[in-house]
């Protein structure tokens, strides 16, 4: 019952978002870079899991990983410069994921 609930929660935050990216792209361009996830997923972890401990190391790695996920924008950031179509921005955009797992994993370490 807590997967579903942890489902239908997250589902609804995220369709909201969508939907509001028709009607107001830069409220929900805010809304989407708030740490929803974060919000919803450390208590549902909690409350699941029961352990303190992994709550708060899941926090952590949540801390170091947002700022090296922050390099999947940079190719949107360069589309003009380099002349990139949206697919060819976003492309490069996931290909710098895998990059930015690898630098978290090092740093994740040094915690």
Known sequence: MTFVLNVLISATAISI???????MPTLAGFIVALPLATMLVLPMS???????GNTI???RSILVA???TLSFFV??????RLSLSFWQAYA???AMLPLAYLAHRAVAKLL
């Open 17 to 23: 978002a969508s939907w509001l990216s028709g009607r």
């Open 75 to 80: 190719p949107f950031l360069l589309t003009e």
């Open 92 to 94: 490069a955009a996931c």
């Open 57 to 59: 190391e899941l926090a």
């Open 46 to 52: 909690y409350f699941q899991h029961g352990n303190p």
């Open 66 to 68: 947002i700022p090296l």
